[in-house]
């Protein structure tokens, strides 16, 4: 076995070493920024899986941002004050807890207190079993109802508000 | 990329036979075939029981494994065979390992998937360990008193003074490995049951937040006997990476940044007054900051100098592996397995390893942050931070940055023990990472539509 063949195959073994290590790093990557690839392929793959999954839902869909149509979550009183949560398709889960949509740092709102989720075009309040109860305006809600816009939903020191 | 993993490790195989003489080495496929079954299994007891676990966790450890089974062949082969070994300048240093090493590193690495396994297996919840939480932490006091109690015929380490570990009919034992992981799980079920407490209630002591001592108690005893069980053991840098462990998990469950200082003050007082008061406590530090003395060349610093002589030959790319002279250090296949990587490997092996053990830690750590409930964190969080620690304690120890202590390298190092502990912590955090990854029940639609902004 020759020096240059012995010089080969280390050389050879440290870049396979290294490889693996790259490797390694592209699955941490790809775990990071979802698809993998180079960006470009990244940004196409991801403009794919936009226009996929939209344009089956497109039509049963009502005309999305209308006057009547809130867009935004406030927070108008309580620790969280100024903070605010865009309104999508999905529900808003309020609590304590660290998986909430919006995690209170309210002493007085329970780990999971409430959700506010769209329903036929309107957003509905729901408690979630707190302890201390949700209010919409001056009324404790005990069972879904919908929210209008500019009302305040009171839990425990934090008022929100739907706003457009 | 177990796949890969295993690729490289059989080419490193490979390349170790070519080195030493020239050929494939005999009995290669045995060996990887033994291998490739192994890490098989583990890899079919991921998909099977924890379909979500961290993809890279399992690859990078079998990699490292395969990296110490062959480093042990390698080491194994010196000296036998004709090939050059330990009697070479006539430094007969080097013990001469069983010919049978590398058969019995496969054989514990066996032990230690069939460990993982059945870690898997066994707890289908991270949560459920949280019930042995004092069970555990007894089981761990216990584990590190052990070999402190029984007679050094037993414990005794031949030739070092440390009493660390058990033989038993050929068997050697070393239940710190095991007491760690213990430790690990009693800590984060205790400070879970006790954070508010301790991150809230308590005095006020030149700007720093005292917890309350009945809170602290318990778990300062612990932490107390075991650093003391260690000094009677005189195994510092275990301790030492207990110590930093439980630190950190101090820290991670009040996140109070006191506690770190706190800690790294303690340890170094406690590190300093060490020195003053136990000779080889003092030797080791004397070894440390003048290894090139006359007095100390020949005797506490001879392995770190031989060891820092061999990564120095190694240079950037190394001398490949099977043509180096690792066995030339002492304990080059347990303790200074590092530097028998760095004279084979080169720096540049050296960075992909701890690359690897890096990609380990981080994996771990980002456990911690996806995983929901406070106990899964902080044992995925004090897991890793006690992994990352070790191997910054022993390659910084190899390498001059801190004293050499001896502990093993974990995965790289020749011994069953700390092979096998270190399958099972892999396999408490690919369950935590699968609990983590796990997708909720009822799937949310696109996240990322959600956005908290601030409107200041």
């Known amino acids: 076995m020759s020096a240059l063949t012995l010089t080969l195959i280390r050389v050879a073994f440290l870049a396979v070493l290294w490889l693996f290590v790259i490797a390694a790093i592209g699955v941490v990557r790809t775990d990071l920024f979802g698809s993998s690839g180079s960006p470009s392929r990244r940004a196409r793959a991801r403009a794919r899986a936009q226009q996929a999954p939209r344009q089956p839902q497109r039509p049963p869909r009502q005309p999305r941002p209308g006057r009547s149509t809130p867009r935004v979550l406030l927070v108008t009183d309580g620790a969280l004050k100024g903070t605010s949560v865009d309104l999508a398709e999905q529900q808003i889960t309020l609590g304590r807890s660290n998986d909430a949509t919006l995690v209170l740092n309210d002493d007085y709102a329970s780990s999971r207190h409430a959700r506010i989720f769209p329903q036929d075009g309107q957003w509905i309040v729901e408690d979630l079993g707190s302890t201390n109860g949700t209010y919409l305006d001056r009324q404790k809600v005990t069972r879904p109802m919908p929210v209008p816009v500019g009302v305040p939903i009171r839990i425990g020191k934090t008022v929100l508000e739907l706003r457009r | ?456």
């Open chain 2, 1 to 456: 990329m177990l796949i890969f993993a295993v690729a490289v490790v059989g080419f490193a195989y490979a390349s170790v036979g070519f080195g030493l003489k020239g050929r494939l080495p005999s009995g290669m496929f045995t060996y990887l075939l033994a291998f490739i079954v192994i890490m098989a299994l583990a890899h079919l007891a991921v998909r099977r029981f924890a379909p979500y676990a961290d993809p890279l966790l399992v690859p990078v450890a079998a990699m490292l494994n395969g990296l110490g089974v062959v480093m042990t062949y390698r080491l194994q082969e010196a000296g036998r065979d004709g090939n050059p070994g330990a009697n070479v300048n006539g430094h007969g240093l080097f013990v001469p390992m069983n010919s049978s090493a590398t058969l019995i590193q496969i054989f514990y690495t066996a032990i230690g998937v069939a460990c993982f396994v059945a870690v898997l297996v066994m707890f289908r919840e991270a949560r459920t360990l949280q019930r042995y939480t004092y069970t555990l932490g007894a089981a761990g006091l216990f584990l590190i008193a052990l070999p402190a109690l029984l007679p050094s015929s037993i414990s005794g380490v031949p030739g070092t003074g440390a009493k660390i570990q058990i033989s038993l009919g050929g068997f050697t034992l070393q239940p710190e490995e095991f007491a760690k992981l213990a430790l690990a799980v009693s800590f984060a079920g205790y400070l879970v049951a006790k954070r508010d407490a301790l991150a809230l209630a308590g005095r006020r002591v030149l700007g720093i937040d005292l917890p309350r001592g009945r809170d602290l108690g318990p778990i300062l005893v612990v932490w107390g006997l075991s650093l003391l069980l260690l000094v009677f053991e005189s195994d510092i840098g275990t301790s030492a990476v207990f110590m930093g462990m439980f630190v950190a998990m101090l820290y991670i469950a009040t996140s109070r940044t006191s506690w770190l200082l706190i800690g790294f003050l303690l340890f170094v007082a406690g590190a300093f007054t060490a020195s003053k008061l136990f000779s080889h406590v003092g030797a080791r530090f004397s070894a440390w900051l003048h290894p090139f003395t006359a007095v100390n060349i020949q005797n506490s610093a001879f392995q770190l100098v031989k060891g820092l002589e061999g990564m120095g030959s190694g240079g950037l790319l190394g001398k490949g592996l099977g043509s180096g002279q690792p066995y030339l250090t002492p304990l080059v296949q347990s303790d200074l397995v590092f530097t028998g990587f760095g004279e084979e490997l080169g720096l540049t092996g050296l960075m992909a390893l701890l690359l690897l053990y890096a990609l380990i830690a981080q994996r771990g750590l980002s456990t911690a942050l996806m995983v929901k409930d406070p106990f899964s964190k902080l044992l995925a969080g004090g897991l890793s931070f006690m992994f990352a620690l070790q191997v910054f304690v022993i390659v910084g120890g190899v390498t001059r940055l801190i004293p050499l202590t001896g502990i093993t390298t974990p995965f790289l190092s020749q011994g069953g023990s700390s092979l096998v502990a270190s399958w099972v912590m892999i396999a408490v955090l690919a369950r935590l990472s699968d609990t983590a990854r796990r997708p909720p029940p009822q799937p949310i639609q696109e996240e990322g539509l959600t956005q908290v902004v601030s409107l200041q």
